[in-house]
């Protein structure tokens, strides 16, 4: 969820005109604060918890069980919080009420976010007395595809993040 | 001319039998779903029809009466008879038989299917003879009880099974549609060692008069009594004539769907014990209380290779058959082709409700077998003592029969199964005298240890109140230890005497102190499944939710394998199964987080989704805005 430059000194932002909520003018970027640091990077390694371990068998690293699936279940409370914080925290910019996305940027940020809650309301669901077997094998199908497709939302993220901090 | 009759009698049936183990051939066969009515003519064992209103008539012979239209070789193959037949599939591993001899603690067992933590009755010196009467009551004939005839006559005992016969399968003990048939009568036969008769006098078709047991080796079934030798008068029948026609013809009322009644005599279990909640209380098997019987899932075809209901994937052989998968909990409630569910639309044989299990993950299914959650009684902390027909003489009317006879027996018990999936499972510790060369263990038989060990031995006593002699202190241990090894050394018998208890394996040191080593192969605990009763999903593990297993101090993971967490030996669940004592607790502790995190999550779902749904309004609004304004210029 990195979408800006995490060390380098930025232009103070400029401040958008209240009156005129539509498409800022070009991105501009600050520097996070110490609490934006903390929430980047629970986001950060709630995704890498859950693509180790949910994603195992495919690198190699065996079946999701045991300690595995234990630390995956403990890695979704670190990802829900992590994404949820920092999907809000960019809300404004994504919706264009504050300056700092640039429209490649603002797509991968709806799409990252309707991944992400692809991702969660299937488990969320499964959850609930609600589905039989089958119904939460195709839960678990979903949550899965859903996952893969955040991950590689991530790739161009990370790419055109790093691309706008360099400018 | 009466032998010359027989034999060509004889020969005519084998004929027959030849010709009828081939199927659509030679077989009496009515293709009716009504049942044939089996008005019979009965035949002895050399295949003479029976005049029951002679004098010294003999009994009839199952072999001869009911083979003569039904293939009685091929029957004796099927799974209540085949056991000591060398090349017959085990199967997964079920009840041993428990030769039990409290007295010198044994608890010791047996079986001829190759169950891992059994013994083959003849490694232990038992012989077919030994094994019928010790353990008859309970064989249903065949098998131990009719060994063929070269066996019988080189074996040790040849001249009892020449006075006793044969203990045939007895086709009545299953396939009686009335109480007529009494197996209580017939294990009374069986330990006056009345084999021949045993058939005839339990199907009330006679009395008996006599025991072959006090007969001598040389006594002759088939000669005439000796009036000048009362002494050595054998067993004698007093036919019941009102029960022949005129045409000396008898009604066998009988059923191809036994009874679950009949099952019942060699497959009672009962809890017995503080914890037991009495008749009146105890659980019912949900299908019997829905009006199934045993054999409506336990089938079997001619062949008498009984569905033992484990499904196609569990066993090979036979039960790789369609309907061996189609008779099992999976093929019933799920509906199955070829093993594959079929789905809520066509599934439920016998009216078999569709499973919804909502909201249990699939993991659980490849996990645990269905009999985990719904079968046996609710567990508790401690697991709970159990009788058994086969280990208790259940059936057996007695007024000795108390709570604490062993052996042991408890459930349930959560181990794993040989697929690795955790299911309920029957536990019992052997308990044996034996000789320990190098990983080869060869257990005593109680009478052998009797009479090695000598005075050692504490004299077998029974208490004032009936319970069985306490167990032997280390101090006797040591003792019949030390004279089992004076009388070894003495008779150069190879191996260290050892004696197997509790899960220990005790031995003599070289300074000739008492040790003892846990975890020994040979005093492990035997495990057998626990397939019933079964309980609705009403009262099934989970029904509770997560919590009813995944919690600390769950019984199936924190339970204690024994009716007391403090006996000896006991084992957490766990520990049983060998899983991770640190991955166990963590789970518990995660899963008390879990209605928390589940709060927190859809709050957090349920933020984002609104913010996304707001965006998505906002801009869509947006657009038909900027739409309209564009028509309007």
Same mark, same amino acid.
């Given at each position: 969820m990195s979408d800006a430059p995490l060390s380098a000194p930025s232009p103070p932002p400029s401040r958008p005109d209240a009156s005129e909520p539509g498409p800022p003018g070009p991105p501009v970027h600050r520097g996070l604060s110490a609490v934006e640091h903390v929430v980047h990077a629970v986001a950060i390694v709630g995704v890498a918890i859950q693509s180790v371990t949910g994603f195992g068998p495919e690198l190699g690293l065996? +079946?999701?069980?045991g300690w595995r699936l234990l630390l995956h279940l403990c890695g979704a409370g670190l990802f829900v919080a992590g994404f949820t914080a920092t999907m809000l925290l960019w809300l404004p910019r994504a919706r264009g009420t +504050?300056?700092?996305?640039?429209s490649v940027r603002r797509t991968l940020y709806w799409l990252i976010m309707a991944a992400g809650l692809a991702v969660m309301w299937p488990m969320l669901l499964a959850?609930?007395?609600? +589905?039989?077997p089958d119904t939460l094998a195709v839960l678990a199908e979903w949550h899965r595809a859903a996952a893969l497709t955040l991950v590689f939302l991530m790739v161009p993220h990370t790419v055109v993040s790093l691309a706008a901090r360099r400018s | 001319m009466r032998r010359v009759g027989a034999l060509v009698v004889a020969l005519g049936l084998a004929a027959s039998e030849v010709a009828a183990d081939?199927?659509? @051939?030679?077989l009496l066969e009515t293709? @009716?779903?009504?049942?044939?009515?089996?008005?019979l003519t009965l035949y002895d064992h050399d295949g003479a029809a029976i005049?029951?209103?002679?004098?010294?008539a003999p009994p009839y012979s199952p072999r001869m009466t009911c083979g003569k239209c039904h293939p009685y070789d091929r029957i004796a193959g099927g799974w209540h008879f085949n056991?000591?037949?060398?090349?017959?599939h085990g199967g997964r591993p079920g009840e041993p038989w428990l030769l039990i001899d409290s007295a010198t603690g044994t608890v010791l067992p047996l079986s001829? %299917?190759?169950? @891992?933590g059994t013994f083959a009755p003849e490694t232990v010196g038992l012989s077919d003879w030994q094994f019928a009467l010790r353990?008859?009551?309970? &064989?249903?004939?065949?098998g131990y009880g009719e060994p063929p005839e070269e066996r019988r006559r080189v074996a040790p005992e040849a001249a009892r099974w020449r006075v006793s016969g044969a203990l045939e399968i007895?086709? &009545?003990?299953?396939?009686?549609?009335?109480?007529?048939?009494?197996p209580a009568e017939r294990a009374r036969q069986v330990e006056a060692q009345n084999f021949r008769w045993a058939p005839t006098v339990a199907a009330g078709l006679a009395v008996v008069r006599g025991e072959a047991r006090k007969a001598?080796?040389?006594?002759?079934?088939?000669?005439?009594?000796?009036l000048d030798r009362p002494d050595r008068r054998g067993p004698r029948l007093v036919y019941d004539?009102?029960?022949?026609?005129?045409?000396h013809r008898v009604l066998f009322d009988l059923? %191809?769907?036994?009874?679950?009644e009949r099952c019942y005599f060699c497959h009672t279990v009962r809890e017995a014990g503080v914890a037991a909640a009495g008749e009146l209380l105890a659980l019912r098997d949900v299908h019997l209380a829905a009006?199934?019987?045993?054999?409506?899932?336990h089938r079997n075809g001619l062949d008498h290779?009984?569905? %033992?209901?484990?499904?196609?994937?569990?066993?090979?052989e036979r039960e790789l058959l369609a309907a061996n998968a189609a008779l099992s909990c999976e093929g019933c409630h799920l509906g199955t082709v070829d093993g594959v569910p079929l789905g809520p639309g066509v599934a439920g044989t016998h009216g078999a409700p569709y499973p919804?299990?909502?909201? &249990?993950?699939?993991v659980h299914f490849e996990k645990m077998?269905?009999?985990?959650?719904?079968?046996?009684?609710?567990?508790?902390l401690a697991a709970r003592r159990f009788q058994t027909a086969l280990a208790h003489g259940l059936g057996l009317a007695s007024?000795?029969?108390?709570?604490?006879?062993?052996? &042991?027996v408890v459930a349930p018990i959560f181990g794993r199964n040989a697929q690795g999936r955790i299911e309920p499972q029957r536990m019992v510790r052997p308990a044996y005298w034996a000789r320990l060369d190098g990983d080869r263990i060869r257990p005593l038989l109680p009478e052998v240890v009797r009479k090695l060990a000598g005075p050692a031995l504490p004299r077998p006593a029974k208490s004032a109140d009936g319970l069985p002699p306490p167990p032997l202190t280390d101090a006797q241990i040591a003792a019949v230890l030390g004279a089992l090894g004076r009388v070894q050394g003495a008779a150069g018998a190879a191996g260290v005497p050892v004696y197997v208890r509790d899960g220990r394996l005790y031995r003599l040191n070289e300074d000739g102190a008492l040790t003892s080593t846990e975890d020994h192969p040979a005093a492990a605990a035997y495990f057998w499944p626990l397939g019933h009763e079964v309980r609705p999903a009403s009262q099934s593990l989970g029904i509770g939710g997560c919590?009813?297993?995944?919690?600390?101090?769950a019984p199936l993971f924190?339970?204690?394998?024994?009716?007391?967490?403090?006996?000896?030996?006991?084992?957490?669940m766990f520990e049983l199964r060998g899983d991770d004592p640190r991955l166990v607790d963590a789970w518990a502790a995660a899963f008390a987080w879990r209605p928390l995190f589940k709060a927190f999550g859809f709050a957090c779902a349920g933020i984002l989704t609104l913010a996304l749904l707001r965006s998505a309004l906002d801009g869509l609004l947006a657009m038909l805005r900027a739409r309209v304004l564009r028509g309007r210029s």
């Open positions: 065996g +079946a999701l069980e +504050a300056p700092g996305m640039g959850m609930l007395p609600l +589905a039989g | 081939e199927s659509g @051939s030679g293709d @009716s779903r009504m049942p044939h009515v089996h008005r005049d029951p209103t002679q004098d010294n056991e000591p037949r060398p090349g017959a001829g %299917r190759g169950w @891992s353990l008859g009551r309970h &064989l249903p004939g065949g007895d086709c &009545l003990v299953c396939h009686a549609a009335t109480p007529a048939h009494d001598p080796d040389d006594w002759d079934p088939d000669a005439p009594p000796d004539r009102t029960k022949f026609d005129p045409d059923t %191809r769907r036994p009874p679950t009006g199934l019987t045993c054999t409506d899932c290779h009984i569905v %033992r209901g484990y499904g196609a994937a569990a066993a090979p919804q299990h909502r909201g &249990l993950p699939p077998t269905c009999t985990a959650c719904h079968s046996g009684p609710w567990p508790d007024r000795e029969r108390r709570d604490g006879d062993p052996p &042991l919590n009813d297993c995944h919690a600390d101090g924190a339970g204690y394998a024994a009716t007391q967490p403090a006996a000896p030996g006991a084992a957490r």
